[in-house]
């Protein structure tokens, strides 16, 4: 039976179990590291980010239910630390060991019609949506959403993936076919355009007990539809920042989430919020909490798993994150002797178009305590 983790915290020593092995679940695990936890890495190759740095690893498809089984039982706790693990994963997991966030938030975090229902559930506000089952839904959609509207896959989309512009002009069943949109991905989700004036995100902590505790918000800037830069803080008035910061709580808690709850907004011309889409771990906008926070994402993130008090989440100084895509990480010679920039790379052999190989952190002046 899973333990009664909202009373006893998981202490150092213990193991906590990570399900990807991305860079993501690499600075999971040595922010887990510092604290005195092992970690347990179930991935696709001992290549990837997290297994090179991490205590122990499983090498295996999540579809395999003994694998699954040994990795859960050498464990004390799991997370994930992408959204897509298969929700048949989780929920055996869930059933041997605490798993935090838990199978029911994955579940929505996984589907883009969900989380948007959510929020409006929640008298969050989105871009105005329509479902769509295929070329001819996707058809009355556009009359009823106008132009210009994006189509997006409802499950699987990420860094633009699966997602089509659409314009007066747009033919709907081409746009159907190139978006890849079918009975694999759940169908797809029309979007009306946002003109936003910028993107923003706020990661927030959560601990079982209720705690909360909740990163500043952040600017992101994209391009190629990748996260490329984020500005620490975000340039906006602070009526908005409370307003970013109210709705990441509000579906935070409405969610029940324990652990990091990312959110994704766009911030109109009238500075307004609008939710675009949230992931329950830790971000790559938040990198920048390891060099410029008193406590990084990561280390957070730990600390409500394993039922720890959460960490200060302010900042030490301003800050710009600069990931290092595709060949872009060829700079780094550069940035390593700039004494103001953290250079992180993630171990990455092969360089690819579009991969995200490092990042920078360039920190501004220290502020004054
Ligand atoms: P997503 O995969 O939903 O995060 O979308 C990737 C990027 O596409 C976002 O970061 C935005 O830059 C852009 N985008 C997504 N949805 C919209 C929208 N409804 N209106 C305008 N831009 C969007």
């Known amino acids: 039976m899973p333990s009664d983790d ?8 213990a193991t906590i179990g990570i399900l990807g092995g991305g860079q993501l679940g690499r600075m999971t695990a040595l922010a887990a590291a510092n604290l005195g936890y092992r970690c347990h890495i179930f991935c696709q190759s001992t290549d990837e980010p997290a297994a090179q740095i991490a205590d122990r690893v499983t090498i295996a498809d999540f579809a395999d239910a003994g694998a699954l089984d040994a990795f859960t039982v050498d464990i004390d706790v799991a997370t994930a630390e992408f959204e897509n693990v298969p929700m048949a994963a989780l929920e055996r997991i869930a059933r041997q060991t605490p798993i935090h966030p838990s199978p029911s938030v994955q579940a929505i975090a996984q589907n883009r019609l969900l989380e948007k229902r959510f929020a409006n559930k929640l008298g969050i506000a989105t871009a105005p949506f329509r479902a769509v089952s295929d070329a001819k ?41 190139n978006s890849g949109a079918g009975p694999d991905t759940c169908g797809g989700v029309l979007e009306g355009f946002v003109d936003f004036q910028l993107e923003i995100s706020v990661i927030v902590a959560r601990a079982s007990n209720g705690e909360i505790a909740a990163f500043v918000p952040v600017e992101n800037r994209h391009r190629n539809h990748i996260l ?14 409370t ?20 959110v994704e907004m766009f911030v109109t011309a009238d500075e307004s919020v609008l939710v675009n889409e ?16 008193r406590t990084s994402q990561y280390e957070q993130l730990v600390r409500a798993i394993c039922g ?38 993630y171990g990455k052999t092969e360089i690819r178009p579009g991969r995200k190989m490092g990042h920078v952190t360039r920190l501004g002046a220290p502020f004054n305590d």
Request: hydrophobic residues 40%; charged residues 20%; negative net charge.
């Open 137 to 177: 839904a996707l058809s009355s959609a556009i009359v009823e959403i106008g132009t210009p509207a994006i189509l997006k896959t409802v499950r699987f989309g990420y860094d633009g993936k699966g997602q089509v512009n659409i314009d007066a002009g747009t033919d709907s069943s081409q746009a159907w076919i």
């Open 228 to 241: 490329n830069e984020t500005i620490i803080p975000a340039a906006i008035p602070e009526t908005t920042a």
């Open 6 to 13: 909202t009373k006893t915290p998981i202490a150092p020593g």
């Open 278 to 293: 949230i992931a329950p771990r830790p971000h790559n906008s938040g990198h920048w909490s390891i060099d410029a926070g």
């Open 308 to 345: 720890l008090p959460l960490g200060d989440p302010t900042r030490r100084c301003d800050a710009v994150m600069k990931n290092l895509i595709g060949n872009e990480v060829e700079s780094w010679r550069d940035e390593i002797s700039d004494p103001r920039a953290c250079l992180h790379l």
């Open 243 to 262: 307003a970013a910061h109210d709705v990441a709580i509000r579906l935070c808690e409405g969610l029940g989430v324990v652990g990091l709850l990312t």
